[in-house]
């Protein structure tokens, strides 16, 4: 009797995948130490903090909404009630993996088992390149901002709190 292997992809894999068949040619970058945090990420990297996305998973409504942020930035959750009509809440660990297919601290901007209502920071696209999670806690890919927002179909807004 044969044994079952389990041949799914990877997480980055996965979202590899997800950004070839939207037209993205980028490499997916793994490294030694943590990406899990912004500051992680961004020292990795070697890149400033506001080049960093945050992939912040919400449930307005008990639907799941996806927040992409400025690593240089704090969300402001009643920014984003406003934006939806609807009452903020962020999602467990359980929800974000429900929604996503993918772990807090590992989040993408993309390759989820469905379709998720994404708003995207409007402070990300004064940079020529962004980086974004692929999947785990020490994968990320470099993307434009401009195709950042096309391939998640994500709305451009503030989502910021008023600093200062």
Do not use: C
């Not at 912004?38 to 960093?52: F, M, N």
């Not at 379709?115 to 974004?132: G, K, S």
């Not at 999947?135 to 998640?152: E, K, M, Y």
Request: hydrophobic fraction near 45%; avoid cysteine; glycine fraction near 10%.
């Amino acid at each position: 009797m044969a044994l079952s292997t389990d041949h799914r992809p990877s997480a980055p894999q996965r979202v590899q995948a997800a950004l070839s068949a939207a037209g993205v040619a980028t490499r997916i970058e793994e490294f030694p130490s943590s990406t899990r945090t912004a500051q992680e990420a961004a020292d990795a990297v070697g890149t400033s903090l506001g080049q960093i996305v945050k992939s912040l998973v919400f449930l307005g409504g008990g639907v799941p909404i996806l927040a992409l942020v400025s690593g240089a930035n704090r969300l402001d959750p009643s920014r984003l009630g406003a934006l939806t009509g609807l009452e903020i809440g962020k999602a467990d660990a359980d929800a974000v993996r429900r929604a996503t297919g993918y772990s807090i601290g590992g989040v993408p901007p993309t390759g989820f088992p469905a379709p998720i209502p994404t708003f995207v920071d409007r402070d990300l696209l004064q940079y020529d390149v962004v980086w974004a999670a692929a999947g785990t806690p020490r994968h990320v890919f470099p993307i434009a901002p401009q195709d950042l927002v096309r391939i998640t179909g994500g709305r451009v807004v503030q989502l910021a709190t008023d600093q200062g």
